[in-house]
T-cell receptor, first 115, second 111 residues
Framework: NAGVMQNPRHLVRRRGQEARLRCSPMKGHSHVYWYRQLPEEGLKFMVY????????ESGMPKERFSAEFPKEGPSILRIQQVVRGDSAAYFC????FGQGSSPLHFGNGTRLTVT | GQQLNQSPQSMFIQEGEDVSMNCTSS?????WLWYKQDPGEGPVLLIALYKAGELTSNGRLTAQFGITRKDSFLNISASIPSDVGIYFCAGQETSGSRLTFGEGTQLTVNP
């Protein structure tokens, strides 16, 4: 049973470009969460999605960031017009139920570098 | 927002020693989780705690959910070199949907 799969593992973008980060949850998991981690810091919640629905996006910046989890295919975290401050590791996690009832299993992350 | 204070920030110990780290929060959580993160990898779940006062073990690891619901500790006994990494606590609020993470404890084990 494959774990949470994220790609790409590393992504380099120039300022102003778009970054698209993908996350395939574990088999049978319909709840996906995105977290951001700056160097030497803990993980900060961004957004929580179920299939085709955004449940909680209170941790996501209002501008330039968006997330989706379509009926078919992976969840996508999209960052438009990236800036240097967006450089971080972005982790996706999944669970079979809501976050309150089962622990999260994380992918290995996408490390975004904005030059 | 919620804040978790995790301590110590870093620890340098000799192989074979026991280790203890803890987290305190400004509010009540109904779930406490402990994760370990190796360089370049995602966090891996070590122990999950769901009841106040609960004490749970996973091999050489033991964690407890504080009675006040505002704290938790993790103990590692007889440390070995592969215990090196960053340990994070995470709490889930009674009514919230998010996990709040501590800032991590960097553990170094000298052979």
């Amino acid at each position: 049973n494959a774990g949470v799969m994220q790609n790409p593992r590393h992504l380099v973008r120039r300022r102003g470009q778009e970054a698209r980060l993908r996350c395939s949850p574990m088999k049978g998991h319909s709840h996906v969460y995105w977290y951001r981690q700056l160097p030497e810091e803990g993980l900060k919640f961004m957004v929580y999605l179920q299939k085709e629905n955004i449940i909680d996006e209170s941790g996501m910046p209002k501008e330039r960031f968006s997330a989706e989890f379509p009926k078919e295919g992976p969840s996508i975290l999209r960052i438009q017009q990236v800036v240097r401050g967006d450089s971080a590791a972005y982790f996706c996690a999944s669970s079979p139920f809501g976050q309150g009832s089962s622990p999260l299993h994380f992918g290995n992350g996408t490390r975004l570098t904005v030059t | 927002g919620q804040q978790l204070n995790q301590s110590p920030q870093s620890m340098f110990i000799q192989e074979g020693e026991d280790v203890s780290m803890n987290c305190t929060s400004s509010s009540i959580f109904n779930t406490w989780l402990w994760y370990k993160q190796d360089p370049g990898e995602g966090p891996v779940l070590l122990i999950a705690l769901y009841k106040a006062g609960e004490l749970t073990s996973n091999g050489r690891l033991t964690a407890q959910f504080g009675i006040t619901r505002k704290d938790s500790f993790l103990n590692i006994s007889a440390s070995i070199p592969s215990d090196v990494g960053i340990y994070f606590c995470a709490g889930q609020e009674t009514s919230g949907s998010r996990l709040t993470f501590g800032e991590g404890t960097q553990l170094t084990v000298n052979p």
